[in-house]
T-cell receptor
Framework: SQKIEQNSEALNIQEGKTATLTCNYTNYSPAYLQWYRQDPGRGPVFLLLIRENEKEKRKERLKVTFDTTLKQSLFHITASQPADSATYLCALPSSGGYQKVTFGTGTKLQVIP | GAGVSQSPSNKVTEKGKDVELRCDPISGHTALYWYRQSLGQGLEFLIYFQGNSAPDKSGLPSDRFSAERTGESVSTLTIQRTQQEDSAVYLC????????????FGPGTRLTVT
């Protein structure tokens, strides 16, 4: 069955460093992959989408890579700030649908001042 | 413009009662999704509406759960005979029909079944 894995352990990182979060998947051939941010008590907020034919996507301090051979996406936040502290979710299109996605369980990032 | 809105923001109900949760998507968004998120857990897909197509109900956990959508606007999620395990945050999201399919989420309804 399809499976999405994100590190369930919280990631603690010093302010100013680069945070790297991982999303691994199995039994998928996704046409794209999305990353969302979720703050406590709020709904997720879309950050980036990367398509299968794209190796890398950037947006301000964010960078996403997509390796369809390794079945992995890496999400980087450079020059991290305490305001970046949140849970980050990856999402892939569900089998049988292009628009409907399945979300990973997320990784909690804590940026320490 | 206005984002996705949900009501009520909090709902406390007694076990066995029925509840209705409402979602107002962003105007022009043809796709609407309902998810459930239990404390400390990921997002669990419940149901997906796309325009006038038949909804994808594959995520509904039991026949106590149902949802309706009026055209491409408001949606209502109904839970009948609520159980304590139904306690969770219920999130609604909407998106455009065309890519990149980013979903815009509402603030959620926190349901507590006592």
């Amino acid at each position: 069955s399809q499976k999405i894995e994100q590190n369930s352990e919280a990631l603690n990182i010093q302010e100013g460093k680069t945070a790297t979060l991982t999303c691994n998947y199995t039994n998928y051939s996704p046409a794209y992959l999305q990353w969302y941010r979720q703050d406590p008590g709020r709904g997720p907020v879309f950050l980036l989408l990367i398509r299968e034919n794209e190796k890398e996507k950037r947006k301000e301090r964010l960078k996403v890579t997509f390796d369809t051979t390794l079945k992995q996406s890496l999400f980087h936040i450079t020059a991290s700030q305490p305001a970046d502290s949140a849970t980050y979710l990856c999402a892939l299109p569900s089998s049988g649908g292009y628009q409907k996605v399945t979300f990973g369980t997320g990784t909690k990032l804590q940026v320490i001042p | 413009g206005a984002g996705v809105s949900q009501s009520p923001s909090n709902k406390v109900t007694e076990k066995g009662k029925d509840v209705e949760l409402r979602c107002d998507p962003i105007s022009g968004h043809t796709a609407l999704y309902w998810y459930r998120q239990s404390l400390g857990q990921g997002l669990e897909f419940l149901i997906y509406f796309q325009g006038n197509s038949a909804p994808d109900k594959s995520g509904l956990p039991s026949d106590r759960f149902s949802a309706e959508r009026t055209g491409e606007s408001v949606s209502t999620l109904t839970i009948q005979r609520t159980q304590q395990e139904d306690s969770a945050v219920y999130l609604c999201a909407s998106s455009f029909r065309q890519g990149p399919y980013e979903q815009y989420f509402g603030p959620g309804t926190r349901l507590t079944v006592t």
